[in-house]
């Protein structure tokens, strides 16, 4: 463990110094020596730690580009997501995924890379995606309410999707009931009756959570 950190810590040292050939180099080393899965984490606590993006910048492109390794990219791609380097970060997510297809943390990157660089359709495909293979990850059903509030597309796909968004939805309900967003809750819920995509289950909870919240009479109209 101790020799793991001490080797980042020279890679570090070596991008300080503007040595990136030499911190490339160290890099390789690290991971002949070492599990990549094991270096992932370490990696992923330490740059917790760091304050110079730029640096954990290029320690990451050149971490995944030498190892490959699916968790250092998504690493390297949510750092470039939080710098709002989005063109970037949607080939290094798609890396990602061609190594596991269903991974569920370079499912998340990418569709909200595509989301927040307005490319809706591909990110609807993706989040879809997500939803069937991790319908109770909370950072998949915070980028489906993501999508839900910036978009006034129609998302049946999404919820028709065999039954796998309806949890979603109902998150999505639930969470602007809650915040006291009641218009919002009553936007998203309308657009979805055009789309024939109201199941039982979902207006029942709906009318529940309007009505734990106090919201009496909405409660009562979605009743009846």
């Not at 992923?44 to 995944?64: G, P, R, V």
């Not at 009553?186 to 709906?206: H, K, N, Q, W």
Request: proline share 2%; charged share 20%; with cysteine.
């Amino acid at each position: 463990m101790a020799k793991i950190t001490k080797q980042i810590d020279n890679i570090v040292e070596m991008y300080g110094l503007s040595r990136r050939d030499d911190a490339r180099a160290l890099i390789s080393a690290l991971f002949k020596s070492n599990d990549g899965s094991n270096i992932a984490k370490f990696i992923a606590d330490y740059t917790e730690s760091w304050i110079d993006d730029n640096i954990q910048l290029l320690f990451l492109e050149d971490a995944c580009s030498l190892s490959g390794h699916i968790a250092i990219c998504c690493l390297y791609g949510n750092l470039l997501l939080k710098l709002q380097q989005l063109d970037a970060a949607i080939p290094v997510f798609k890396k990602a995924l061609t190594q596991e297809p269903h991974h569920i943390d370079a499912l998340n990157g990418l569709s909200k890379a595509l989301l927040d660089n307005n490319r809706i359709e591909e990110a609807q495909a993706i989040i879809a995606e997500s939803l069937n293979f991790s319908k109770d990850n909370k950072e998949t059903l915070a980028i489906y309410e993501q999508y839900i509030l910036c978009t006034n597309q129609d998302h049946r796909v999404l919820l028709n999707n065999k039954g796998s968004a309806t949890r979603a939805f109902q998150y999505v309900l639930n969470n602007l009931i809650n915040a006291g967003e009641i218009e919002k809750a009553s936007e998203v819920f309308a657009r979805a009756i055009p789309a024939g995509s109201l199941t039982p289950v979902i207006l029942t909870d709906y009318a529940n959570a309007l009505n734990s919240a106090g919201y009496f009479e909405e409660a009562f109209e979605v009743w009846e």
